[in-house]
Structure formats: C-alpha cells, structure tokens
C-alpha cells in the first residue's frame, strides 16, 4: 500500500507516517520542513516529499513521480486563535483559512487523479465544527469547511472512499501553546491508532476522544440561543 500524507513534520501527522510505515506501507511523509522530514529517515519505506501545501505548483512538481496511490491523508493544518473579535485580524483569518481550508483545494485537484480506484481519501477536520467556541472564528470556520468539503465530496467520489476525521484536543507540539485546558486530550500516538483503525474500516467519519466528541454532539442539541450564554461564560 502506498499512502501519502501531508502534515507528516509533526503530531498527528507523523504518528500516522511512523504507524503506517511500521505496518509496512511505504509512506509519502509530506511537509515544508526537509530537516523534520529527513528525520523520518529512520524508517527505510518513508519517502520525504517537501512542498508547502498552500502552494499548487510546489504541490504538483513534488508529487509528480507519485502516479498510482492507494490513500491520501490530508491532514496539515495550523491554529491561531481571535483575541480581540471587536478589533478582527483579517490577516489571521486569511492566513487560517489558507493553511486549513484553501491547502485541501490544492491537494486535492493535484492527488486526487493520483488516487487509484478503489483507494481512500481522508480529511483531518477538528471537533471544533460541532460547537461554536471563544476565540476561534478563523479555526473553526475553516475546519467547518473542511468537514463539508469531505461530506460533499464522498457524495460525488463513486470509486475513492471518504472518511472524516473529527479529533479532540490531542497533545501535539501545535495544542502546547493552549492557554486553556484541553479536556479529555489523547495523545498523537493514541490519535493516530483512532485514525488508522477506522480508516482501515472505511468509515465514514471518526471522531475521538468518543467521550468528548459524544458530549459535544449532545450539547450541540441545545438551542443556539443557550449555548451562546454558555459559551459567553467560558469567557469569563
């Protein structure tokens, strides 16, 4: 099995790298730093392949000698969060939105024809699109684009299986500048074995913690009106 992945350099991205290729794929480890990617030399059936995903051109030269792949894993992302929504950083949110949301675009319309029939393709979203939270218009905008772009694509991909992947907090060198309490938060590792054992199942959504995600589905029954003050006082 070949499987390409984007956001290899770290977290949950280079747990999936590690686990896959320990497993005896041979593993495209994508990202934008080469020294990181050179560091997954350690296992002799990862292939380091450099691009920055928000560049399309970068994307198809770097992946060109990659004709035939079995399952693509979009997965490289960034968070930053709004401080002062009163005072909106546009600049943030652009630059969200593209590393997050945009990339994927560009992925796609370079690896999808890449896919075999048959193959599998999965979007790392975030659980952040069940609920509306403090401080994260621009992450959780663009990772409520990625989850119905991932929805509407496995309506309309017939012979390529979509899976939707909704993580918890996970501990990754991304989430330790949180300055708030990661409720429940698994780490990357643990995340990566939620993440293979449902893709391995194709299904269609994954989403973990299953405790955390379950609560936030419950709450998200709430009129928005209730969830607003709640959310209001997390605030404070």
Request: glycine share 6%; hydrophobic share 40%.
């Amino acid at each position: 099995m070949i499987t390409l992945i984007t956001g290899a350099t770290s977290g949950i991205g280079e747990q999936l790298a590690k686990q896959y290729a320990s497993a005896g794929d041979t593993v495209i480890a994508c990202g934008r730093n080469q020294e990181k990617l050179n560091a997954l030399g350690q296992f002799d059936n990862i292939q380091a392949c450099q691009f920055d995903a928000t560049d399309i051109q970068q994307i198809r030269l770097a992946t060109a000698a990659y004709p035939d792949l079995d399952r693509v894993i979009l997965n490289a992302g960034n968070c930053e969060y709004v401080d002062d929504a009163r005072n909106f950083d546009s600049s943030l949110f652009t630059r969200v939105v593209t590393t997050n949301l945009l990339s994927m675009g560009y992925c796609l319309e370079a690896l999808l024809p890449k896919i075999k029939p048959g193959g599998q393709l999965v979007l790392v979203s975030s659980s952040v699109t069940y609920l509306p939270l403090p401080r994260s218009q621009a992450y959780g905008a663009s990772k409520a684009g990625v989850s119905y772009l991932a929805k509407s694509l496995a309506i309309d991909l017939n012979d390529i299986d979509v899976t939707l992947v909704h993580p918890g907090f996970v501990k990754t060198p991304l989430t330790d500048k949180n300055d708030f309490p990661m409720p429940m938060a698994v780490t990357a590792e643990k995340a990566a074995d939620y993440i293979i054992k449902s893709v391995a199942k194709r299904r269609k959504e994954v989403h973990f913690p299953y405790r955390f995600t379950l609560i936030l589905k419950c709450l998200r029954i709430l009129p928005l009106s209730l969830w607003l003050k709640l959310a209001k006082g997390l605030t404070r």
